[in-house]
Nanobody, 121 residues
Framework: QVQLVESGGGLVQAGGSLRLSCAAS????????MGWFRQAPGKEREFVAG?????HYSDSVKGRFTISRDNTKNTVYLQMNSLKPEDTAVYYC?????????????????WGQGTQVTVSS
């Protein structure tokens, strides 16, 4: 069993930055592929970024967001720069056993509770 706890969300003006963190329990963190997803009101949950042996990004955040992980701290990060109002959503951290990143939420085994990110114009 893996527990994920996100932090770092908040309110920021357009053009600003935030860094989200996701702390994971468990001894085998390094063997999990990790992903960040987001869900805006009335919309489906969508893939933002993922990391396993390599990193993967959605087209909407490529060049602005950076995902990274620190296996010594069991933590994955999402550095978000040049934020836009359309980035406003609840951001979720997810983990899946095995080494591959998938963009489909259903392929992930564990989820955090989410952290709200609001970008004002």
């Amino acid at each position: 069993q893996v527990q994920l706890v996100e932090s770092g969300g908040g309110l920021v003006q357009a053009g600003g930055s935030l860094r989200l963190s996701c702390a994971a329990s468990g001894r085998t963190f390094s063997s999990y592929a990790m992903g960040w997803f987001r869900q805006a009101p009335g919309k489906e949950r969508e893939f933002v970024a993922g990391v396993s042996w390599s990193t993967h990004y959605s087209d909407s955040v490529k060049g602005r967001f950076t995902i990274s992980r620190d296996n010594t701290k069991n933590t994955v990060y999402l550095q978000m720069n040049s934020l836009k109002p359309e980035d406003t959503a609840v951001y979720y951290c997810a983990a899946r056993m095995g080494g591959s990143v998938y963009t489909i939420p259903g392929r992930y085994d564990y989820w955090g509770q989410g952290t709200q990110v609001t970008v004002s114009s």
